[in-house]
């Protein structure tokens, strides 16, 4: 058996290490360590990261398709909310989880937790 790619291992959201133990408890907690290997998570932090990237991929596409439609239909204020408004926050929500998976397992790849000087 290949070990797994960590980046498509995160963004599945198991654990980089082996591809195999969930690498969240809950929807976005990241679990303390894997239940398959015992590989250690508690040490991965991926920061602010995954929102900025989250806010940047949404934003343009919730915007793009906003204004597309404003410019297009012209159609009342109402029909933005509540179109755009679930839109947007599943949208986010969607891509939140993913991401972090994907940043966690980069900093695996990298080794970024033994560059640390604590």
């Known amino acids: 058996?290949?070990?797994?790619?960590?980046?498509?291992?995160?963004?599945?959201?198991?654990?980089?290490?082996?591809?195999?133990?969930?690498?969240?408890?809950?929807?976005?907690?990241?679990?303390?360590?894997?239940?398959?290997?015992?590989?250690?998570?508690?040490?991965?932090?991926?920061?602010?990261?995954?929102?900025?990237?989250?806010?940047?991929?949404?934003?343009?596409?919730?915007a793009f398709a906003m204004l597309f439609t404003e410019i297009a239909f012209a159609p009342p204020v109402w029909v933005h909310i509540v179109i755009f408004l679930p839109l947007t926050l599943g949208v986010c929500l969607g891509l939140l989880r993913p991401l972090k998976g994907i940043m966690l397992a980069a900093q695996f790849s990298n080794r970024a937790s033994e560059a640390r000087h604590d």
């Open 1 to 62: 058996m290949s070990s797994p790619t960590p980046l498509l291992a995160g963004l599945r959201g198991r654990c980089p290490n082996c591809g195999v133990g969930p690498l969240f408890q809950g929807f976005l907690k990241v679990a303390p360590s894997c239940s398959a290997c015992g590989y250690d998570l508690a040490k991965a932090d991926s920061g602010d990261g995954p929102a900025v990237f989250v806010i940047l991929i949404a934003g343009f596409l919730c």
